[in-house]
């Protein structure tokens, strides 16, 4: 069917900036933003562009939205720059296996903080494109969790693990001296029985010899 080929082309390309989308950084640092894709059905002149606060990528953007931009001939070529901050620097690349795009934002300010989209254009898949998109927080510093809760959590979870095991030890011990003094008793009484048998089998033999001879 049309409509499913087309569904297929459209998932072909795929965009990626890694296993969680928000980065933290320091002001007056630099930060890397991730970018990968993948397509199955290769690429030719593959135009890809970072956008700033950008929610409309379909559309022409002004110039400060645009953050960088670039082509890619094909599998064996690298990028090539058509427009950039000059503050950001690209650090990818896509003659090795990745299709790396990623790229660097140097010196950043509290008002680079929000939200990046890299998107690529694959004119190979009949202008397929896809996109996604990573959160910037930027912070004076970085602030180290507090880990004292956690560690008392830890530690009355331990300590309620250890008595539990103490416990279980307890009750073992316990159930075995149980079961050895039952064990005896049992042997006491096993023997007590043998030693009244005994005792009456005795008696009944020296009741027959003190019986008097029948006449």
């Given at each position: 069917?049309?409509?499913?080929?087309?569904?297929?082309?459209?998932?072909?390309?795929?965009?990626?900036?890694?296993?969680?989308?928000?980065?933290?950084?320091?002001?007056?640092?630099?930060?890397?933003?991730?970018?990968?894709?993948?397509?199955?059905?290769?690429?030719?002149?593959?135009?890809?562009?970072?956008?700033?606060?950008?929610?409309?990528?379909?559309?022409?953007?002004?110039a400060p939205l645009q953050i960088y931009h670039g082509k890619i001939k094909n599998k064996a070529t690298e990028p090539t720059l058509v427009a950039r901050n000059p503050r950001v620097d690209f650090v990818g690349s896509t003659t090795k296996k990745d299709n790396n795009i990623s790229i660097v934002l140097r010196n950043v300010e509290f008002s680079d903080a929000g939200k990046y989209t890299c998107h690529v254009k694959n004119p190979k898949e009949k202008n397929a494109q896809h996109n996604a998109t990573i959160f910037l927080t930027v912070v004076q510093k970085m602030?180290?969790?507090?880990?004292?809760?956690?560690?008392?959590?830890?530690?009355?979870?331990?300590?309620?693990?250890?008595?539990?095991?103490?416990?279980?030890?307890?009750?073992?011990?316990?159930?075995?001296?149980?079961?050895?003094?039952?064990?005896?008793?049992?042997?006491?009484?096993?023997?007590s029985s043998g030693n009244d048998n005994t005792e009456n089998g005795l008696a009944g033999s020296k009741a027959e010899q003190k019986a008097p001879p029948k006449a």
């Open positions: 069917l049309p409509g499913l080929h087309v569904l297929a082309i459209a998932f072909a390309l795929e965009v990626s900036v890694g296993k969680t989308n928000t980065v933290m950084a320091l002001n007056n640092s630099d930060v890397l933003l991730p970018c990968v894709f993948a397509t199955c059905m290769g690429f030719q002149d593959l135009v890809f562009t970072w956008y700033f606060n950008s929610t409309e990528l379909l559309t022409p953007h002004p602030v180290e969790t507090d880990n004292t809760v956690t560690l008392i959590i830890v530690g009355v979870v331990g300590g309620l693990i250890g008595l539990l095991i103490l416990f279980m030890l307890i009750k073992r011990v316990v159930l075995f001296i149980i079961k050895k003094t039952q064990d005896g008793k049992k042997e006491c009484l096993v023997s």
